[in-house]
Protein backbone atom coordinates (compact mmCIF):
# COMPACT_ATOMS: atom_id res chain seq x y z
CA UNK A 1 0.00 0.00 0.00
CA UNK A 2 1.28 3.62 -0.91
CA UNK A 3 2.10 5.81 1.56
CA UNK A 4 0.18 9.10 1.93
CA UNK A 5 2.93 11.23 0.48
CA UNK A 6 2.99 8.76 -2.67
CA UNK A 7 -0.60 8.29 -2.99
CA UNK A 8 -1.03 11.68 -3.55
CA UNK A 9 1.62 11.99 -6.39
CA UNK A 10 0.12 9.20 -7.48
CA UNK A 11 -3.18 11.20 -7.43
CA UNK A 12 -1.84 14.00 -9.62
CA UNK A 13 -0.44 11.92 -12.15
CA UNK A 14 -3.96 10.30 -12.65
CA UNK A 15 -5.47 13.89 -13.09
CA UNK A 16 -2.65 14.52 -15.72
CA UNK A 17 -3.24 11.01 -17.55
CA UNK A 18 -7.45 12.02 -17.21
CA UNK A 19 -6.76 15.45 -18.72
CA UNK A 20 -4.47 14.29 -21.84
CA UNK A 21 -7.22 11.47 -22.26
CA UNK A 22 -9.83 13.86 -22.30
CA UNK A 23 -8.51 16.45 -24.63
CA UNK A 24 -7.17 13.84 -27.06
CA UNK A 25 -10.89 12.47 -26.79
CA UNK A 26 -12.29 16.07 -27.18
CA UNK A 27 -10.96 16.77 -30.50
CA UNK A 28 -10.91 13.76 -32.43
CA UNK A 29 -14.85 13.33 -31.10
CA UNK A 30 -15.23 16.76 -31.86
CA UNK A 31 -13.73 16.82 -35.53
CA UNK A 32 -11.36 19.95 -34.05
CA UNK A 33 -14.54 22.08 -33.94
CA UNK A 34 -12.69 24.92 -32.57
CA UNK A 35 -15.93 26.59 -30.67
CA UNK A 36 -16.64 23.08 -28.83
CA UNK A 37 -12.64 22.33 -28.24
CA UNK A 38 -12.26 25.33 -25.96
CA UNK A 39 -15.19 25.39 -24.48
CA UNK A 40 -14.48 21.98 -22.79
CA UNK A 41 -10.77 23.07 -22.58
CA UNK A 42 -11.61 25.67 -20.25
CA UNK A 43 -13.64 23.51 -18.56
CA UNK A 44 -11.29 20.85 -18.19
CA UNK A 45 -8.48 23.03 -17.40
CA UNK A 46 -10.20 24.39 -14.82
CA UNK A 47 -11.50 21.41 -13.14
CA UNK A 48 -8.11 20.09 -12.85
CA UNK A 49 -6.94 23.13 -11.64
CA UNK A 50 -9.45 23.00 -8.61
CA UNK A 51 -8.85 18.87 -8.19
CA UNK A 52 -4.65 19.76 -7.57
CA UNK A 53 -5.41 22.28 -5.70
CA UNK A 54 -7.72 20.28 -3.20
CA UNK A 55 -4.63 17.80 -3.53
CA UNK A 56 -1.88 20.18 -2.58
CA UNK A 57 -4.22 21.24 0.31
CA UNK A 58 -5.47 18.25 2.21
CA UNK A 59 -2.60 15.44 1.45
CA UNK A 60 0.66 14.75 2.89
CA UNK A 61 3.02 16.52 0.98
CA UNK A 62 6.67 18.03 1.61
CA UNK A 63 7.27 21.40 1.28
CA UNK A 64 8.29 21.30 -2.82
CA UNK A 65 5.92 18.75 -3.67
CA UNK A 66 3.02 20.96 -2.42
CA UNK A 67 4.69 23.57 -4.27
CA UNK A 68 5.26 22.16 -7.56
CA UNK A 69 1.40 20.71 -7.16
CA UNK A 70 0.09 24.16 -7.03
CA UNK A 71 2.41 26.18 -9.88
CA UNK A 72 0.69 22.69 -11.43
CA UNK A 73 -2.54 24.51 -10.50
CA UNK A 74 -1.96 27.70 -11.32
CA UNK A 75 -1.33 26.67 -14.86
CA UNK A 76 -3.95 24.62 -15.52
CA UNK A 77 -5.87 27.76 -14.32
CA UNK A 78 -3.87 30.14 -17.10
CA UNK A 79 -4.79 27.76 -19.64
CA UNK A 80 -8.50 27.97 -18.65
CA UNK A 81 -8.31 31.43 -19.18
CA UNK A 82 -6.87 31.72 -22.22
CA UNK A 83 -9.45 28.79 -23.65
CA UNK A 84 -12.20 30.68 -22.71
CA UNK A 85 -10.52 34.27 -24.51
CA UNK A 86 -9.89 32.44 -27.15
CA UNK A 87 -13.69 31.23 -26.91
CA UNK A 88 -14.94 34.36 -26.27
CA UNK A 89 -13.73 35.52 -29.70
CA UNK A 90 -10.47 37.50 -28.27
CA UNK A 91 -7.29 37.46 -31.07
CA UNK A 92 -4.77 34.52 -30.26
CA UNK A 93 -2.27 37.21 -29.67
CA UNK A 94 -4.14 39.44 -27.32
CA UNK A 95 -5.46 36.63 -25.41
CA UNK A 96 -1.77 35.48 -24.81
CA UNK A 97 -0.49 38.71 -23.73
CA UNK A 98 -3.54 38.29 -21.28
CA UNK A 99 -2.20 35.35 -20.09
CA UNK A 100 1.51 36.55 -19.77
CA UNK A 101 0.45 40.03 -17.71
CA UNK A 102 -1.52 37.33 -15.15
CA UNK A 103 1.24 35.41 -14.92
CA UNK A 104 3.89 38.10 -14.58
CA UNK A 105 1.20 39.78 -11.55
CA UNK A 106 0.71 36.09 -9.85
CA UNK A 107 4.68 35.24 -10.28
CA UNK A 108 5.80 38.92 -8.84
CA UNK A 109 2.95 38.70 -6.07
CA UNK A 110 4.55 35.43 -5.03
CA UNK A 111 7.84 36.37 -5.05
CA UNK A 112 7.04 39.79 -3.07
CA UNK A 113 5.22 37.30 -0.10
CA UNK A 114 8.25 34.77 -0.72
CA UNK A 115 10.68 37.70 0.45
CA UNK A 116 8.41 38.49 3.76
CA UNK A 117 8.45 35.32 5.15
Same mark, same amino acid.
Given at each position: ???PRRS? =??? #? &?? %?? !??????? /?????????? =??? #? &?? %?? !??LFMF? /?????????????????????????????????????????????????????????LFTM????????
Amino acid at each position: MAGPRRSG =LIL #V &LL %IL !AGVLVLE /ATVRFASGYE =LGR #V &LF %IE !ATLFMFA /AALLNSIARRADLSGRARTAIRVLSVAFVLGAIRSALWFAGLEVHWANLVILVIGLALFTMWWRRRGRS
